[in-house]
């Protein structure tokens, strides 16, 4: 069955440092792979995705992913932190071709001062 | 253009009432999606429209909850009676085939308090 696997609940990094999330994937073809960001009260906002192609992909706020194959992962970092990160962060896979988004169970960030 | 619009923002109401949400996807999107986001089970498709029509339900959890698409610029989530269980963010989320490969675009929520 297909299933995303977020290991860390929760993250704290202070300002100013790097940070990578984790993101597994399980999944019997090549995936369309997401990642989005919820801030308190927010809907989902997408940061980055990856269809094909190049697999370390830029998207917005300064985050990038790579994605690999052999691991079967698809992690987020960002090189340094902002304040204003602070959220929680979720990892998705979908099917080409296909609607049926399967999220993971996220990661909170806190970014300290 | 403003996204996709969902109202109430906020609903508050008690064991047994009726609860009606609301949702605008981004126009020209040709497919719809109802989320419900708790903290147990977190993020879960109800359902799935695309072009008006409903594809996949199996994500709705039981009769109480219906929903509708009348129109390609409007959908209604309804629960009836409600139940305090039911109390989460129903998220609303469009995807067109203008967009490619499935990004969904996701509406800022309404918080549901049954009591």
């Known amino acids: 069955a297909q299933s995303v696997t977020q290991p860390d609940i929760h993250i704290t990094v202070s300002e100013g440092a790097s940070l990578e999330l984790r993101c597994n994937y399980s999944?019997?073809?090549?995936?369309?792979l997401f990642w989005y960001v919820q801030s308190p009260g927010q809907g989902l906002q997408l940061l980055l995705k990856?269809?094909?192609?190049?697999?370390l992909v830029q998207g917005i706020k300064g985050f990038e992913a790579e994605f690999k194959r052999s691991q079967s992962s698809f992690n987020l970092r960002k090189p340094s932190v902002h304040w204003s990160d602070a959220a929680e962060y979720f990892c998705?896979?979908?099917?080409?071709?296909?609607?049926?988004?399967?999220f993971g169970t996220g990661t909170r960030l806190k970014v300290l001062a | 253009d403003a996204g996709v619009i969902q109202s109430p923002r906020h609903e508050v109401t008690e064991m047994g009432q009726e609860v009606t949400l609301r949702c605008k996807p981004i126009?020209?999107?040709?497919?719809l999606f109802w989320y419900r986001q708790t903290m147990m089970r977190g993020l879960e498709l109800l359902i799935y429209?695309?072009?008006?029509?409903?594809?996949?339900d199996s994500g709705m959890p039981e009769d109480r909850f219906s929903a509708k698409m009348p129109n390609a610029s409007f959908s209604t989530l309804k629960i009836q009676p409600s139940e305090p269980r039911d109390s989460a963010v129903y998220f609303c989320?469009?995807?067109?085939?203008?967009?490619?490969?499935?990004?969904?675009?996701f509406g800022p929520g309404t918080r549901l308090t049954v009591l």
């Open positions: 989320a469009s995807s067109g085939t203008g967009t490619g490969y499935n990004e969904q675009f």
């Open positions: 999944y019997g073809a090549t995936p369309y």
């Open positions: 990856y269809f094909s192609g190049d697999t």
């Open positions: 998705a896979v979908a099917h080409s071709g296909t609607y049926k988004y399967i």
């Open positions: 126009s020209g999107h040709n497919s």
């Open positions: 429209f695309n072009n008006n029509v409903p594809i996949d």
